[in-house]
């Protein structure tokens, strides 16, 4: 593909205009192609007719179409925007001539999937000011999504939460104050109990909050030590076992070989693994199996945590290390949604990762990866 496909239009270059002009142009071309080309926004050019002349690197890689794909077919038929069959933004350009911005959208892969993107499109016109096609670039804002998703889950659950146990607690105040004469000890005694056990949900919602702030703005610093895991894991299992006895569950570590010490915070590892053991038992049924395992290799270290409970359906997957999501495995349960998001901060403070493999109904495994090396990043959580 070069300059003058990327750019190509329904007027070519007159065979009267002068040689160094043509060279000229071509230069130019050349040189316009390399910056959309580095652009690292997906860009693609129309004709008239919307259907595409040009298709930068990026759009290839947002959208899984090489350029040779694309060039000739009109833009719905390889985009699938989300706006393509009501107000397209690019006929919306060509036709009124003007600009359009920051608009958000959806555009579909050829694997199947759909990103949401902010574009920006306007119409393209020659010297003489006849419209010759239009241009559109468009990002992916799928990590922007996730960020809106955790602000506006946070806000609605925090005030929910915080509502209903701030009306319980006044009400049983109200009943106290006004019917202090009638009341014997023992209905007495029982609002005060509701009043405290709701004041302890408020304490429970607003600990959690500032937990969470301080993991992600990394006022929350790791005290990185030689640290064993497997004595971590072993002290953690130990100390579960009446936990999940009580749950009617089995726990069971397998940890055949001898994990090397790592440079990690023994603290707030522990809390990785506390987190992970606790949705297992949260999410089992009574008579499954939990496994905690590990294996090495040369540069890492993984340990996996395994349950036999409701899993997780795929269009949950994407979504569940965002802070407050709870998922329909989560209603009911106890809890703001906090563990895994803070799982996932701990982990990747340390230089690791979390995988998980779930399907619904069949169970999850959640693996935390660990280098052996020293690449932790001390500024963060």
Known sequence: MDGETFFSTERGLSETEPAQKTQDDRADLAFYKFIVDSVPSGVITVDRHLRITGFNPWAERLTGYRAEEAIGSFCGEILHGGMCDTLCPLRTALTNREPLSLVESTVGTKQGETIPVRMNVAALFDEIGDLIGGVESFQDISALKSLERERNNLISTFAHDMKSSLTIIGGFVLRLLHKADTLDDQKEHRYLEIIRDESGKLEMLISDFLEFARLQTGK????????????????????????????????????????????????????????????AVKFSSKGGNLIVSTTTDASKIRVSVKDQGMGISADEL??????????????????????????????????????????????????VVLPQSSQQNTDRP
């Open 220 to 279: 929350l610093k790791l005290n990185l030590s030689a640290t064993s895991l497997d004595n971590e894991l072993m002290e953690l299992c130990e100390a579960y076992q009446p936990k999940v006895s009580s749950a009617g569950l089995t726990l069971k570590l397998e940890n055949e070989n001898a994990l090397p010490p790592i440079n990690g915070d023994p603290r707030q590892l522990r809390r990785v693994f506390t987190n992970l053991l606790d949705n």
């Open 318 to 367: 994407p979504f569940i290390f965002d802070a407050f999501h709870r998922g329909k495995a989560g209603e009911g349960v106890k809890g703001f949604g906090l563990g895994l998001a803070a799982v996932k901060v701990i982990v990747e403070a340390h230089g690791g990762k979390v995988l998980v493999d779930s399907k619904a109904g069949r169970g999850s495994t959640f693996t």
